[in-house]
């Protein structure tokens, strides 16, 4: 079935420690986004890619990075995790302007 | 700040009831759109509304829209207990979402 898939879908790692997480899609939507949703709110969207195309929230700390080798595969690093980074970490895809499409999500924690 | 705001934050029901959740935004908007959310998981797309529209059907589910108020609400009927869930409005033009507060709908067997 197609589907967005977010591996792992839980993380544990050390204050300061790099950590990156996975997400796929065979929906070949040409839009990837990543949203952190920490307890009890709503999800808020760290950045998106159209196609190769990086965009950035103004508010997004720059620990937070991201890449898109190809349309299937988007990446979320996250170079020195904070203990306020602790979070479930959400993929979403779309084809421009259409519904978006989500994983189920990586839950964070960081010891 | 977030551009939804939804209420009430938390709603306990009995199976068979209905379910009325109502969400608020402040700019003008293309379409909204409702997720839901089980407890621990990625969020599901439940229905989309376009500006033009004022009220969708889907299943149990209905959706009204009010532009003038800036207003949404949305309707499960005969609820479930599998209905139990988060629930989100969402709104945004092309590729940027901003999702309200969320309620949370516990539904009792």
Redesign the interface.
Known sequence: DAM?I?NPRYQVTQFGKPVTLSCSQTLNHN?M?WYQQKSS?????LF?Y?DKDF?NEADTPDNFQSRRPNTSFCFLDIRSPGLGDAA?Y?C?T?R??E???????T?LLVL | SQQGEEDPQALSIQEGENATMNCSYKTSINNLQWYRQNSGRGLVHLILIRSNEREKHSGRLRVTLDTSKKSSSLLITASRAADTASYFCATGNTDKLIFGTGTRLQVFP
């Open positions: 967005v977010q839009v986004y709110q709503a999800p808020k969207l998106h159209y965009n479930m959400l979403a779309s421009l302007g519904t978006q499409y989500f994983g189920p999500g839950r």
